[in-house]
């Protein structure tokens, strides 16, 4: 079992900047992949980002494509989102989730807010 906690949510204003982090503990030697993802209110759950744990190749939303980072530091077992630029459309709960595949997120943190202001 792998546990994800998130944190660095809040309240900022439009073109302000965000960093989330999610510190994974338990057995994090199967973790194979790690991403971002958030739920607006209303909304479906939809995909920002994600990074292969041991690579650290990474991918995103072209909603959030070069606005946001995604970044990994393996000696902390911990995994960030550095969010710039920030829009009121970014307002959501983001969750981190960890995969032990490339197909699939096994392991969801409980969220973190985010809430943008114009």
């Known amino acids: 079992q792998v546990q994800l906690v998130e944190s660095g949510g809040g309240l900022v204003q439009a073109g302000g900047s965000l960093r989330l982090s999610c510190a994974a503990s338990?057995?994090?030697?199967?973790?194979?992949?790690m991403g971002w993802f958030r739920q607006a209110p209303g909304k479906e759950r939809e995909f920002v980002a994600r990074?292969?744990?041991?690579?650290?190749?990474?991918s995103y939303a072209v909603s959030v494509k070069g606005r946001f980072t995604i970044s990994r530091e393996n000696a902390k077992n911990t995994m960030y989102l550095q969010m710039n630029s920030l829009k009121p459309e970014d307002t959501a709960v983001y969750y981190c989730?960890?995969?032990?595949?490339?197909?699939?997120?096994?392991?969801w943190g409980q969220g973190t807010q985010v809430t943008v202001s114009s």
């Open positions: 338990g057995s994090t030697f199967s973790i194979y992949r």
């Open positions: 990074i292969f744990w041991s690579t650290g190749t990474t």
């Open positions: 989730a960890a995969g032990r595949g490339p197909t699939s997120y096994e392991y």
